[in-house]
Structures are given as structure tokens and as C-alpha cells.
């Protein structure tokens, strides 16, 4: 067998676990995420439509992670079955040393990182920006189009509102009413002749805008009786758009939604030094999840050609922990970045000892010696040993 046909038999040996692992890693994280949208369609009545929209615009930021997990496990996966079977073996036996055999993860590996890398620099932050643009949309709609006349609606923390009458083009409310305890011990009663909300795209607000009215409030502290009026023409009140939309905004960080320009020129002109630190570990932060998958390939057909001692099943919690090293690695850095205030550099830090290990095991395998790792633990064997409830 020719070594061309030996590579393309490993790369679909590979890209099969790889498919599937994707579309599992990014189903779970996506499903961590569907109870509360889909809470918004019932109990808020949010059209299907625009919460199929939120999932579309989170699918970046979840593929930058399951992009690079995903072929971690399929490298892991192939190469372990390959060695199971003995085929590195035959492989080896017919000419081809380890570093022909690892092609195809290498190529698979350029892959994955060129689309980690598209993602993460210029996908995920226009997804960021968009899903905190559908949210207040989505606030606005439910704003607007759940407010009825005569009807008591509790949908602001804090305010019950009430209006009379709504004309259906302007959105302009009449008779205006609103029990308003966002001060707790000092709940206040406000009257208006019209009202109506304001919403700003830009600083994602939602304003309540009050005409000809007055606020009514007893006072606590004072004699017994004591009791304020305050008459305005103009009253403005800022709405909260409740809990499960507001944390949907907050989460979004300012840097995730900055374009690639945009960071690289808060980089260099933002008058704070805070500033400039945040936009520098962003963009640094992008380019060293891109690396990711192709330090992966290096790790990845060492440890898959040694783990069939441990048993298959151990391939898939070697991935993860695999992973979880170095995500924890980059948090870690990241903290010593921005809260030590130690060098960007250090950043790096992850990938440069994932080079150097994956380089070191790589070497130990295709010398045929034994990768100086502790014994992987075998799943299969525990679960059997494991005691078992009576019958």
C-alpha cells in the first residue's frame, strides 16, 4: 500500500469521530443555553423566530470551542483504534515512519486552525455584537407589543403600569398610571396625562418618557402623615427589561464584539492604559485559540497511539482532559495578564509548552519508546468492578 493511500485512509479514520464529536460538543453547549430562550417563548411569548436567531448568532463563539475539541478527539480516537489494531504496526513494518503517518492530522490540524482562526477574528465578535443587538430588539418588541390598554402589566422590575388608551401608530399611551416600589421601603404612585417608550439602538436603553403629571409618595422618617407631590412636565424612567434579557446582555463583553480594525485601533489610540491592556489581551487572546487545533495535532497522535493500553474508552476522557489543561492554562495566564499586570507575552505561555510537549512526544513515539506519562485510567474496567445494587 502506498503511502498516499495510507494518509487518506488515516484522514478518514480521523474526520469521522471529528464530524461527530462536533456536532455533539456543539448540541450540549447549545442545549446549556436553550432552557432560558426557551423560557422566553412560553412564558413571554417571543416569537420562535428571533429566539432562532440568538442560537444562530452564539454558534461562532461555541464552534471556536468545539472546532478545536472536536478534532482533539478525532486525532485521539483514530489514532487509537489504528494502534488497537495493530495497523501503526503493519504501517511502520511497510516503510512509513510516524511522521508520514501524522499528515493527515498536521493537514486536518491547518484546517481546523484556519477556520478557528476566521471564526474567533472576525466571525465571533459580529456574532457578539449582533445577539446583544437581537436581545434589545427583542426587549423593545416585547416592550411595545405587550403593553394592552386597561390591562395591569408587570413586565419591568419594579413597575406595574397602566395606561388607558394606546394609539396603535404612534404607540402614544393615554391616562397613564404606575406603581412604582423600585425603592422598597418608599414606593411611589405616578400619574401622567401620556407617555411613551423610547428606545436608543446605540446604548441599548429602553426609556419610559412621561408628560404632564405628577408623584405621589409618603415619606418614612417623618411625622406620621407626611406625604410628597411633585408635579413635572417632562419624567423619564429608566426600564429595566427584566432579568433573562438583561443577563443575556451583560454577559457580552465589550472587546468580544469589537472587528478585528476596530480592536487593533483601540489598541493603539485608546487614551487609557487600562484600555489598550484589554484590547491587546483580546486580540492576543483570538490568535492564540486560532494556534489551538494545530498544537492539538502534535499532542493528539502520540497520546492516541499510546492510549489503546488504557483501553479505547479512555480516548474520550483524554481529549477532555486534554482541553481542560489547556483552557485552564489560558485562564490562568490571562489573570496573571490582567489582574497582575504581568507581560501580554505571558499569554503565550499555553501554547509554547503545548509546542514544546507535543514536539517531545512526537520524538518519544516515533522512537518507539514509551511517552514518560502516567497510565491513563481505564473506564471500562473501573465501571465493571464498580459493586452493583442487589436484585
Not at 93 to 103: C, I, P, Q, R, T
Not at 149 to 163: A, E, H, S
Not at 324 to 350: D, G, M, R
Amino acid at each position: 500500500m502506498s503511502a498516499f493511500r495510507i494518509q487518506r485512509y488515516i484522514f478518514r479514520e480521523i474526520t469521522v469521530p471529528m464530524l461527530l464529536g462536533l456536532v455533539v460538543f456543539t448540541f450540549v453547549l447549545l442545549m446549556g443555553r436553550s432552557l432560558k430562550l426557551v423560557e422566553l417563548v412560553i412564558n413571554k411569548g417571543i416569537p420562535f423566530g428571533d429566539i432562532a436567531r440568538l442560537f444562530l448568532y452564539l454558534l461562532p463563539a461555541f464552534l471556536v470551542i468545539t472546532i478545536p475539541l472536536a478534532f482533539l478527539l478525532g486525532v485521539l480516537l483514530g489514532f487509537g483504534r489504528l494502534s488497537s489494531e495493530s495497523e501503526v504496526v503493519a504501517f511502520k513494518a511497510s516503510g512509513v515512519d510516524l511522521y508520514a503517518l501524522a499528515k493527515p492530522a498536521l493537514l486536518l490540524g491547518i484546517f481546523a486552525t484556519a477556520a478557528t482562526g476566521y471564526l474567533t477574528l472576525f466571525v465571533e465578535p459580529a456574532g457578539n455584537s449582533a445577539f446583544r443587538t437581537q436581545v434589545f430588539k427583542i426587549a423593545t418588541s416585547r416592550a411595545s407589543v405587550g403593553l394592552k390598554p386597561t390591562i395591569f402589566n408587570d413586565d419591568f422590575d419594579g413597575l406595574v403600569l397602566y395606561t388607558s388608551e394606546i394609539e396603535d401608530r404612534s404607540g402614544k399611551m393615554k391616562g397613564v398610571f404606575i406603581s412604582d416600589e423600585r425603592a422598597g421601603d418608599a414606593p411611589a404612585a405616578i400619574f401622567a396625562k401620556n407617555g411613551r417608550i423610547i428606545s436608543d439602538p446605540v446604548l441599548l436603553t429602553l426609556t419610559l418618557r412621561l408628560e404632564d403629571g405628577s408623584i405621589h409618595r409618603r415619606l418614612t422618617g417623618k411625622k406620621e402623615g407626611a406625604y410628597q407631590v411633585i408635579d413635572f412636565s417632562s419624567y423619564d424612567i429608566n426600564l429595566n427589561i427584566g432579568q433573562n434579557l438583561a443577563s443575556g446582555q451583560k454577559r457580552i463583553k465589550k472587546d468580544n464584539e469589537l472587528p478585528l480594525t476596530t480592536l487593533l485601533e483601540t489598541r493603539r489610540t485608546a487614551p487609557e492604559a487600562a484600555r489598550r491592556t484589554s484590547a491587546t489581551v483580546e486580540l492576543n487572546k483570538r490568535c492564540i485559540l486560532a494556534l489551538a487545533p494545530l498544537l492539538f495535532a502534535l499532542v493528539a497522535v502520540p497520546l492516541g497511539i499510546s492510549s489503546h493500553r488504557s483501553g479505547r474508552g479512555s480516548g474520550f476522557s483524554l481529549a477532555l482532559g486534554v482541553f481542560l489543561v489547556y483552557y485552564v492554562l489560558l485562564s490562568f495566564a490571562k489573570t496573571l495578564v490582567v489582574e497582575s499586570h504581568f507581560p501580554v507575552i505571558l499569554l503565550w505561555l499555553p501554547n509554547l509548552l503545548f509546542l514544546m510537549g507535543g514536539l517531545t512526544l512526537l520524538r518519544f513515539s516515533a522512537q518507539e519508546r514509551p511517552l514518560p506519562l502516567p497510565p491513563l485510567p481505564d473506564w471500562r474496567r473501573w465501571l465493571r468492578r464498580a459493586p452493583r445494587p442487589p436484585q
